[in-house]
């Protein structure tokens, strides 16, 4: 019974290039979030997603990132023309319910911004 | 808009020790609460929830953790503290209402650091 799974678990991407971070939820997960984890602080909301849907972007930079989670495949988290301010580390989670479900979290992709 | 707090940014304790890492946070309807554990370079576990119910809620590892509805807060407690339980500890709210959908809202974190 995989858990939620990230990848790349690292990245290195020169400034202007495209970053591209994927998520496949636990098996029977329909909710998905996004969050962003910066150096010694803690864990910002960024986007919540069902299958074909986005609920919640409110955490989202207008500009560079977007969000999918199709129907077929893994949810994407896509930054454009990455500057040195996007390095983080990238959460997904997911959770059974959409209300009282606990997080189950992956390990993270770490991007990193020459 | 909902909002955590955690006010110690580091807590220290004595291996054999009880601790606690303090939580307050803030709704505008009824809360639902969690704490999660970060070991270093890892995703967050889960470690209890508060939904209903019982004020005291037990958790994974021995952990538990009291809902105050009066003084908003959700402390977590251990009564006697291991060194592998030195990690960072973060609270969290979810409120489900038609204009929030259920995201998650966490505290800035705690440093937990248990001395043996």
């Known amino acids: 019974n995989a858990g939620v799974m990230q990848n790349p678990r690292h990245l290195v991407r020169r400034r202007g290039q495209e970053a591209r971070l994927r998520c496949s939820p636990m098996?029977?997960?329909?909710?998905v979030y996004w969050y962003r984890q910066l150096p010694e602080e803690g864990l910002k909301f960024m986007v919540y997603?069902?299958?074909?849907?986005?609920?919640?972007e409110s955490g989202m930079p207008k500009e560079r990132f977007s969000a999918e989670f199709p129907k077929e495949g893994p949810s994407i988290l896509r930054i454009q023309q990455v500057v040195r301010g996007d390095s983080a580390a990238y959460f997904c989670?997911?959770?059974?319910?959409?209300?009282?479900?606990?997080?189950?979290f992956g390990e993270g992709s770490r991007l990193t911004v020459l | 808009a909902q909002s955590v707090a955690q006010p110690e940014d580091q807590v220290n304790v004595a291996e054999g020790n009880p601790l606690t890492v303090k939580c307050t946070y803030s709704?505008?309807?009824?809360?639902?609460l969690f704490w999660y554990v970060q070991y270093p370079n890892r995703g967050l576990q889960f470690l209890l929830k508060?939904?209903?119910?019982?004020?005291l809620v037990k958790g994974s590892y021995g952990f538990e953790a009291e809902f105050n509805k009066s003084q908003t807060s959700f402390h977590l407690k251990k009564p006697s503290a291991l060194v592998s339980d030195s990690a960072l500890y973060f609270c969290?709210?979810?409120?489900?209402?038609?204009?929030?959908?259920?995201?998650?809202?966490f505290g800035d974190g705690t440093t937990l650091t248990v001395k043996p």
């Open positions: 969290a709210v979810r409120e489900y209402t038609s204009t929030n959908a259920g995201k998650s809202t």
């Open positions: 709704v505008s309807g009824n809360p639902y």
């Open positions: 997603l069902q299958k074909e849907n986005i609920i919640d």
């Open positions: 098996k029977g997960h329909s909710h």
């Open positions: 508060y939904i209903t119910g019982d004020n």
């Open positions: 989670a997911s959770s059974l319910w959409g209300d009282t479900g606990e997080l189950f």
